[in-house]
């Protein structure tokens, strides 16, 4: 009797990522200063792409791009494989791409809820009986944050009392809520001490696991190389590196992000020089 051989399963392929931001060569200047020449970025759904760079380096320009605040001159921007040129906050919105930014506009003195439904506020009734849903905003809210592991002690409580990292978690929550595949985050640690820092970032990556792609715009190799997929790194407008987690230690992002060879070259010229044998020595 011939044994037959032996018959392995077929292994299904990885899954390709789906692509919902996918900008290529985008160029944007303002009169003759050059703001942004020939940047890309790859922004897939359940990952976080990485925006590196110092102040001017052109961060801002390309949130305000993908927020459809500006548009671009030069290059090519796709949603979800289909070409655009957004014409303003709004059309961004009501195609996925929600922005927080650093300042989060919100209205200290309201509520968590309030703020959580500002401008998308539920009513009931109708006619001259036409008034706020507010029990369903309050509900909603609480139901909300604790889904992304946001336990706030009171949805009442003026937003204005909440900490930086709170606030930012806050953010987070109601851009999931409201329908969001892309989230652009403009520094959301920049004025956190270390805590907070961990705890924006620990809500950054629930978006991720919950399917969404996001943008997380930052100057802090340490806190991008905590949760990112993909580092853009920029400089004065361009691109000066793009890099996966899996080509790139966090070392040498530091390194890159910090100048590498001119640091190197400042370091040189910093260096003290020793000071002259006194005379008759």
């Known amino acids: ?63 305000k791009i993908i ?10 921007f796709l949603i979800e494989g289909e070409p655009v040129t957004l014409s303003s906050p709004r059309e961004a919105l009501d195609l996925g791409i929600a922005t927080v930014y650093q300042d989060l506009a919100v209205v200290p ?21 036409k008034r706020l849903d507010t029990a369903r905003m309050r509900a909603t809210t609480r139901a909300e944050l604790l889904r992304m592991g946001i336990d706030l002690r009171d949805v009442d409580q003026p937003i204005g009392t909440l900490s930086g990292g709170e606030r930012q978690c806050v953010a987070i929550a109601r851009a999931v809520h409201f329908g969001a595949k892309v989230l652009v985050l403009d520094e959301p640690t920049a004025a956190l001490g270390v805590k907070q820092s961990g705890v924006v970032l620990k809500y950054v990556a629930a978006a991720r696991d919950a399917g969404l ?55 040189h010229e910093l260096a003290r020089t020793p000071a002259p044998p006194a005379p008759g020595a």
């Open 109 to 129: 003195l309201m509520p968590v809820w309030r703020n959580f439904f500002l401008g998308s506020e539920p009513t009931t009734g109708r006619g001259p009986f």
């Open 67 to 76: 927020a459809g605040l500006h548009q671009h001159d030069t290059g090519e």
């Open 1 to 63: 009797m011939t044994e037959l051989p032996e018959t392995t399963e077929p292994t299904d392929p990885a899954p390709t990522p789906v692509s919902l931001i996918h900008l290529d060569g985008i160029s944007k200047r303002y009169g003759n200063v050059r703001a942004l020449e020939d940047v890309s970025l790859e922004v897939n759904a359940g990952e976080i792409s990485c925006v590196l760079g110092d102040n001017g380096a052109g961060k801002s320009t390309l949130i």
């Open 213 to 267: 792609g996001v943008v997380l715009i930052t100057h802090n190799p340490h806190h991008a190389y905590l949760v990112g997929d993909r580092f853009v790194l920029l400089k004065r407008g361009t691109m000066a590196g793009s890099h996966t987690k899996d080509s790139v230690t966090l070392d040498e992002l530091t390194r890159q992000m910090a100048g590498g060879s001119e640091l190197e070259e400042l370091s």
